[in-house]
């Protein structure tokens, strides 16, 4: 779809440096390369649009193979003979404070580009997103001068100690539903740990990754230490993932594209990988839990960033006996959510990324439909312009309809009716996904037996969406491997090394 003003007038050529609501103009929209934004090579640019209305925000450099060449020769170069690695953890982790004061001195501006490029609400980009992140580089700063390894006593007159060194140059491709987070969670903890690091944004939201840039190398990052690529997943993505010189790739997003990510990676240099991908995670609602804590545990469980959430509770599972009672309760919820201009004062629910997911998801409502699921409440786009989609909720779902099996990413509510805990269990594990899961029950055997029980990374006792920067996050089965957050994230990109050297006169052995 051609982006046009509000008088019609074609918005193609319009400035990349337009002013927006608040007066922040858009700064950065070139490549950044070697600590320098630079034009793409072959000249090519795309477009930011935004969701809100669907008009061009700004024309952006596009990366290419060559430019991704480009990059991880900075990287490498910077890597091999550059300061960044041969820093001590201490100064590493001075470096990534300074950059989380910066982050914190342009919370306001930061938060303003994300719900521009990506429509969520700005309390969410101001208050959770930018203060989440800044709170990640913060920690992994103070990781990054307590990696330590063992020391090995052997049979004989041998000692082993063992050593985490970082991979050297991390390739890193993150998806557009937390830009400024994602973003940081890759970069602050491949920085810790040593290495240097070629990333690309999602296409549809590069605008704060490019801001971060400008902010790491003010606050000290080394030249080529980080480079950031915007451009397409088929292009400037596969570029990353097959490239012969990046040590290993981190991917969040689809599983679809995850099996694309290992599959170059195997193909190319056989580089280690990190995905953090899908969900259709369970929300269990036990007959002993608040009904109305249920319900807005459950509104927030799925409709918190419009549905585009890996971790969404997209399958609210509800015992029989409570079961009417819970979904009058959630419609009525449900319809009171305001939706509109997410830059507005009390909007909770702004515009899906883009018109392909915009209507990706309006598919999968009519999928529901077409399936027998009994449409309640929403389930249609709102306005002229942008790509709003009111929150959804079904009932009568059966587990083998794809809304209860598909990741929608998407504002709809799937409620499914269950009898027994062992009946629960059993159809929560039938989904080729395992991100997350949450019960809500008085039942303390009821609930450490679910969370026991669950082949999730995460599961939720009584809360939903409860994340902290010193917890480990990651995924089972098919919503990919690898673990971010707390030290896990450090360690995750770093290698460890044994190292065996003879005792000579030992007095004891």
């Known amino acids: 779809m051609a982006p046009h003003s509000k008088d019609g007038h074609d918005m193609h050529a319009a400035a990349a440096t337009n002013i927006q609501p608040a007066g922040f103009p858009i700064k950065y929209t070139k490549l950044f390369i070697d600590g320098e934004f630079v034009d793409a090579i072959s000249g090519k640019t795309f477009q930011s649009l935004n969701p809100s209305t669907g008009e061009l925000l700004a024309t952006v450099a596009e990366a290419d193979v060559a430019d991704v060449n480009k990059a991880v020769k900075a990287a490498r170069k910077a890597f091999e003979e550059g300061p960044w690695p041969r820093l001590s953890g201490y100064e590493r982790g001075r470096i990534l404070h300074k950059f989380a004061d910066l982050l914190e001195q342009n919370e306001d501006e930061l938060a303003h580009l994300e719900t521009l490029d990506n429509g969520k609400p700005l309390f969410n980009s101001r208050y959770m997103d930018v203060v989440s992140g800044v709170k990640y580089v913060r920690m992994v700063a103070g990781w990054a001068d307590k990696v330590t390894g063992q020391t090995f006593k052997l049979d004989g007159p041998y000692q082993g100690i063992s050593v985490y ?16 987070l994602m973003f940081i969670v890759k970069v602050a903890s491949s920085l810790a740990a040593g290495n240097s690091i070629v990333i ?17 190398k003010q606050a000290g990052v080394s030249d080529g230490a980080l480079n950031v690529v915007p451009g397409f997943g088929p292009i400037a993505g596969a570029s990353i993932a097959s490239h012969m010189d990046i040590d290993k790739v981190g991917f969040m997003g689809s599983t679809h594209v995850g099996r694309l990510i290992m599959e170059a990676a195997a193909k190319s240099n056989l580089k280690p990988v990190s995905l953090e991908l899908g969900g259709k995670s369970p929300l269990v609602i036990c007959e002993d839990a608040d009904l109305d804590t249920a319900v807005e545990i459950a ?19 509800v015992q029989e006996s409570i079961y009417e009672a819970f979904v009058n309760k959630a419609i009525e919820k449900a319809k009171k959510i305001v939706i509109g201009d997410p830059f507005k004062v009390g909007v909770e ?13 309006l598919d999968y409502i009519e999928s529901g439909k077409a399936e027998g699921a009994r449409l309640l409440t929403g389930g249609h786009s709102v306005g002229k312009q942008g790509y709003f989609i009111e929150p959804t909720i079904f009932t009568d779902v059966k587990d083998d309809m794809k809304i209860a099996t598909d990741e929608i990413f998407g504002p709809v509510m799937s409620i499914l009716k269950f009898k027994t805990l062992d009946e629960l269990i059993k159809r929560a594990n039938d989904s080729k996904y395992g991100l997350a899961a949450s019960i809500l029950t008085k039942d303390i055997d009821v609930a450490h037996k679910f969370a026991r029980s669950l082949r999730v990374g995460t599961v939720w006792i009584n809360c939903y969406h409860v994340y902290d920067q010193s917890v480990p996050f990651g995924g089972y089965k098919m919503s990919g491997f690898g673990r971010e957050h707390g030290l896990a994230s450090l360690l995750s990109h770093m290698q460890l090394k044994s190292i065996i050297y003879p005792l000579k006169d030992s007095p004891w052995l």
């Open 349 to 361: 629910h702004g515009p899906q990324v883009d018109e392909k997911q915009f209507k990706k998801t």
């Open 200 to 216: 690309k944004p999602a296409e549809q939201t590069p605008l704060t990754a490019l801001y971060m840039a400008a902010l790491a």
């Open 165 to 180: 060194e970082p991979y050297g140059v991390i390739g890193a491709i993150i998806p557009w539903n937390f830009p400024i």
């Open 299 to 317: 509104n927030g469980s799925l409709f918190f960033n419009m549905g585009q959430c890996c971790t969404a509770g997209s399958r609210t599972f």
